[in-house]
């Protein structure tokens, strides 16, 4: 199945790049290009494509806010949205995963890593590294939302012991391979648990799956070391 694509960014030149090199792929299409957030929204929902790649720094809407509408969007449900941009700072990072993003790169990012991210997040899986990206999540998770949960803490008890035991492994920042390997179980068997505990608690990905983990204490956020 073909990966439908929609870039969003304020610079011609990059999404004529971004183009050139997914539309070079056999698996993907790009399907539109934006040039701000309130168009990137319009698009998506023109288009349903499978991954939105989109910066965050534009004029008018910018791309949390659009990702923020996308995420909220039923008739978008099956979309996600991959943020690229060239301010990792933890507050954009903590603002696109609570949002509903599904993961988070640097434009210095190399051309594998990117086409890769794209497939991971049309899969349906989040963009977390078992190392920067765990330090950034267990940081801003320290620091309490506004808001409540995304979901009610009594639904955890609608999780398997096993589905719990892959949850909180996914949530410390581990990846597929590493869980099956601790757990002794295929990666197969791992995403088939990740799927179950998604579906149970109402996460639309495995980064709304770890923000929930964190937020009722299956997980708890160590303290930021200096």
């Given at each position: ?6 870039l969003a960014d304020d610079q011609a030149l990059l999404r004529g790049t971004f183009r050139l090199l997914i539309d070079s792929c ?172 998604m579906t149970k608690l109402g996460a639309r990905d495995r980064a709304q799956l770890v923000v929930i983990a964190y937020q009722n ?10």
């Open positions: 199945m073909t990966i439908r694509v929609l056999d698996d993907m299409e790009v399907v539109g290009e934006a040039a701000d957030g309130a168009q990137a929204v319009e698009l998506a929902r023109a288009e349903r494509p499978d991954v939105v790649l989109m910066d965050i720094r534009m004029p008018g809407t910018d791309g949390l806010a659009a990702t923020a509408a996308m995420c909220e969007d039923p008739a978008l449900a099956g979309t996600r949205v991959l943020i690229l941009t060239m301010f990792e700072t933890e507050e954009y990072v903590a603002r696109a995963l609570r949002v509903g993003a599904s993961g988070f790169l640097g434009k210095y990012v190399t051309t594998d890593a990117l086409l890769d991210g794209i497939r991971t997040v049309a899969a349906g899986e989040a963009l977390l590294s078992p190392g920067a990206t765990r330090a950034l999540i267990t940081r801003f998770l320290t620091t309490p939302a506004s808001g409540p949960p995304l979901t009610p803490a009594e639904r955890l008890a609608d999780l398997t012991p096993r589905e719990q035991e892959v949850t909180v492994l996914a949530a410390l920042g581990k990846s597929n391979a590493d869980i099956a390997a601790e757990l002794v179980v295929s990666v197969l068997t791992v995403r088939t648990h990740i799927q179950r505990a204490g299956l997980v708890r956020a160590e303290p930021p070391t200096a």
